[in-house]
């Protein structure tokens, strides 16, 4: 449940608000002044505080700036009828969350105040990274004890140290946002807000607005002057998730502000200085929108001081069961039942399974297993039909049903019993099946067609060969060393007992 707390001395807007969070999931608690908030707050430890400017006693501001000390991280939003410029700038410079004007737009109104509640909540909620799910007992990790996660969880604890800009790149569903997390709170600014931007889900012509602020007047609609997320967050951290998906000239304002630590508002003309750390996050190959001139490079220089790659799933099955586990108790712990086990044959299928949805797919999967399932245990009818039937091929069944790479391959006839075989009519057919990826690829923006295809050769050839990673080399044409080195990229040596 979520706790409010609304400071205010006019009784009518205290009862507006009590009809607004009416709701089992909403804690409103009030208080009359300033005086009684901060006596409140220590013993309420509310999620979000609403008060407002102009009361008996200390003003809203003055409360402000006393709540500040005792803590910096909980999100206040300030309102009053009276409002002005400078007020929205004081209330600013104390660390408000967000400035609204009497009377409200309800619905805006409760858009802002999720906004700060979920702010809250990241910044509340420590992320744990290196879990012990023997021993621990948390509510958000960073999950894995693969080698390629171990290289994650060392950058984690070596930014930790420092206010290093830091870009995490990886497909969608990989955790970025969750390691973004994990670097704040191990941050010597754990104790000052975090905020995090989508910058793919807010419209282009509003982002700039949401990042820096707008003043009074400067596009239509510009009713008040609006204070932007780095504004917000000044003395934080800041999380600018798809940072790929901006338009340039925010770009430029973005690097102004990692190269100066000041930017303008929008239709502003006086500098805004800021101190706040960036964290950014893409899906996209910066480097190729760099060289489409679609990316500012002095931008991506600027981010790429410290760079973490998230693996994709299938890089680290060996972490698939960690998840798995951490799921099932993750849910059953929101559920309140006792976690539910799961059969090794759907362990098994998971662990062959592409996850082109990452973590984020086989969580959803987790969750929706555990809905359906009848009993105490997960049974491979409670899982989705999809995972099941496309399948990587294993040692054992090296004709298994494998990813739409392979089954494009098939489809061309270019396969001679389980293997690969050889092309019937040359280039020509090689040309099809080619057409055959690209067509795949461009239903599913997940595949990239060199590393998948090269993936399932090398899963084919050491499948022909029951292993033998000389034979296997031999047969795509390559060293020994240079297989040996693919398979431990790919992270398939678990698959097949390598000779």
């Not at 870009?167 to 191990?186: C, Q």
Request: net charge positive.
């Amino acid at each position: 449940m979520d706790k409010l707390l609304l400071v205010d001395d006019e009784k009518d807007v205290q009862y507006s608000f009590r009809r607004i969070f009416d709701s089992p999931e909403v804690e409103l608690t009030t208080a009359d002044s300033g005086e009684e908030a901060l006596k409140l707050i220590p013993k309420l430890r509310p999620d979000l505080v609403l008060m407002d400017v102009r009361m008996g006693g200390i003003t809203g501001l003055e409360t402000l700036r006393r709540l500040r000390q005792i803590d910096a991280k909980l999100p206040v939003i300030m309102m009053t009828a009276y409002g002005t410029t400078q007020t929205a700038i004081e209330a600013m410079k104390y660390g408000a969350y967000d400035y609204l004007l009497k009377p409200f737009d309800v619905p805006k109104l409760k858009e802002i105040v999720f906004a700060a509640l979920k702010a809250a909540h990241d910044m509340k909620h420590v992320v744990s990274f290196r879990p012990l799910l023997e021993s621990e007992d948390y509510e958000v990790g960073v999950v894995g004890r693969s080698e390629a996660m171990q290289r994650v969880f060392k950058l984690i604890g070596q930014l930790a140290g420092s206010d290093a800009t830091a870009l995490i790149t990886g497909e969608s569903g990989t955790g970025k946002e969750l390691v973004a997390r994990a670097i704040y709170h191990n941050s010597q600014r754990s104790d000052k807000p975090f905020l995090a931007i989508n910058c793919a889900a807010i419209p282009e012509n509003l982002l700039e607005s949401e990042l820096f602020g707008h003043e009074k007047g400067a596009f239509t609609g510009a009713n008040t002057q609006r204070v932007g997320k780095f504004e917000q967050c000044n003395g934080g951290t800041i999380f600018l998730d798809e940072i790929g998906d901006m338009s340039l000239p925010t770009q430029t304002k973005i690097l102004r502000v990692l190269q100066n630590g000041a930017f303008e508002r929008v239709g502003g003309n006086s500098l805004v200085k800021v101190n706040v750390r960036v964290i950014a996050a893409t899906n996209k190959p910066l480097e190729q929108a760099v060289a489409a001139r679609e990316f500012r490079e002095d931008l991506f220089y600027r981010l790429n001081v410290v760079r973490i790659q998230m693996p994709a799933l299938r890089e680290r099955r060996e972490d698939i069961h960690l998840l798995v586990n951490y799921f099932l108790r993750k849910f059953a712990q929101l559920q309140k039942q006792t976690p539910k086990s799961i059969s090794s044959e759907v362990i098994s299928i998971f662990e062959s399974y592409h996850w082109p949805g990452n973590v984020r797919e086989l969580e959803n999967v987790i969750h929706r297993s555990m809905v359906v399932a009848k009993g105490d245990a997960i049974l491979k009818g409670d899982i989705p039909l999809e995972i099941t039937t496309r399948r990587l091929p294993t040692a054992a069944s090296p004709t298994a049903v494998t990813l739409p790479v392979v089954e494009s391959i098939a489809a061309s006839g270019l396969t001679s019993g389980s293997g690969i075989g050889a092309p019937s009519d040359g280039p020509t057919d090689l040309v099809s099946l080619s057409r055959l990826l690209f067509s795949w690829a461009r239903k599913d923006t997940q595949l990239k067609i060199i590393p998948a295809v090269e993936r399932e050769l090398i899963i084919q050839a050491l499948a022909e060969t029951k292993g033998n990673q000389v034979q296997a080399a031999k047969m795509l044409g390559i060293t020994r060393a240079t297989l040996r080195k693919r398979v431990d990229k790919f992270g398939i040596k678990q698959m097949f007992s390598i000779s």
